[in-house]
């Protein structure tokens, strides 16, 4: 499957994964090589998020919302933001989180629901990382 590119699309790759699932996390980022797209680093807590987002400077970060550990994905994505805008994708088994409480994911945050499909997936991507596509 090849990505869809679009007028003025700045290509991007480098994408952090953070999920305290070492199984996904790799089975994701098998994925997204297939599709192309460079995993710039694995993290499995918000912390952890937090120091390579610092240290890697990713395009787009691929974020669990449901972390273990003192401090969760949405969390840490706030924390992420505050060192570089970054476009965040949640994935997450429980898309609800977010229709009870909608205060808690900010703009321009994207959402997707686990299991993944790669159609899903690397739609959120295109869009997420396409400055013209995204939430706004």
């Not at 700045?10 to 089975?27: G, H, N």
């Not at 710039?40 to 669990?64: I, Y």
């Not at 997936?121 to 869009?127: D, E």
């Amino acid at each position: 499957m090849e990505r869809t590119r679009y007028p003025g699309f700045v290509e991007y790759q480098k994408i952090l994964i953070v999920e305290d699932e070492m199984i996904s996390a790799l089975d994701l980022q098998n994925q997204l090589r297939r599709l192309g797209y460079e995993v710039s680093g694995l993290a499995k807590s918000g912390e952890e998020a937090v120091r390579l987002a610092k240290e890697l400077h990713p395009d787009l970060v691929l974020m669990d919302v449901n972390l273990s550990g003192p401090m969760d994905g949405i969390e840490a994505s706030e924390r992420i933001q505050e060192l570089k805008p970054i476009p965040v994708v949640y994935l997450t088994a429980y898309p609800n989180i977010f229709v009870r409480n909608p205060n808690r994911m900010q703009q321009p945050y994207m959402c997707i629901s686990k299991p993944l499909s790669i159609p899903d997936l690397q739609a959120s991507i295109n869009i997420a990382l396409d400055p013209t596509r995204r939430p706004t």
